[in-house]
């Protein structure tokens, strides 16, 4: 039998309601993982040639072909975890970060060496891998969090990995909140604009890690990005 934090049972009147985060649910939707996927491809595709790696629609293809394979399988709601269906998600992740790491390692070659040839090109570019940066990061973190949305629904881990301020309230006014895409995708832009958690705290060390990288490669976009932009500045 499933308790409250303070170990009481639900069937007794005086306890509170277990949150949702903490039981089985109807899963989460399929599709705003999905837009954030759409965005990132789109995004990979706007970049200078000179900017990718393996030609310019190679890797974004493969990633239609991964995302398409998950649509098609889980088109709606997200409500069990699936071993098969979670290796293609982080397969499709990591090859997102991939080609977004690679084009921020080539954009930094080209501000050290000097071949960007305009400071509105460069800001946009750079903005370009900055906000493909947060979405991918904001991907990771639904994917990884507790075993991800599929476990989630079924309430199979109890231990979270980010602690949403919802999580600590004790009054019971948020016990049909559960974490989904989009506070994931809110915990990546904080983190990449402040370089810090802000009002979500990581729990875990995988969660402390990857935060670390995010902010890491946010700091490194920001400085170096707009310190050459700035000298090209008319």
Known sequence: MTSDPAGASPGDPAAPPVPAWRRQT?????????????????????????????????????????????VSANPLRI???????????????????????W???????????????SAQELLLTGGNIWITNIVIFALWYWELDRGGPGSR???????????????ADTTGAFHHWEPEFVDYAYVSFTNASAFSP??????????????????????LTAVLIVARAVNLLP
């Open 26 to 70: 109807q899963g989460e939707q399929r599709w705003p993982a999905s837009v954030a996927v759409v965005l990132v491809i789109v995004l990979q595709l706007t970049l200078p040639g000179e900017l990718t790696t393996a030609g310019h629609f190679v890797l974004p293809a493969v990633e239609v072909v991964l995302a398409t394979v998950l």
């Open 103 to 117: 084009s921020l390692v080539l954009l930094v070659r080209a501000v050290l060496d000097g071949s960007i040839g």
């Open 79 to 101: 409500t069990r975890r699936r071993p098969f269906l979670r290796a293609v998600s982080l397969a499709l992740i990591g090859v997102a970060s991939l080609v977004n790491g």
């Open 198 to 219: 802000t009002d979500t705290m990581p729990l875990s060390r995988w969660a402390k890690m990857a935060m670390m990288l995010q902010a890491s490669v946010s700091l």
């Open 153 to 167: 629904a079924t309430g199979e881990d109890p231990d979270p990995d980010f602690l949403f301020p919802q999580m």
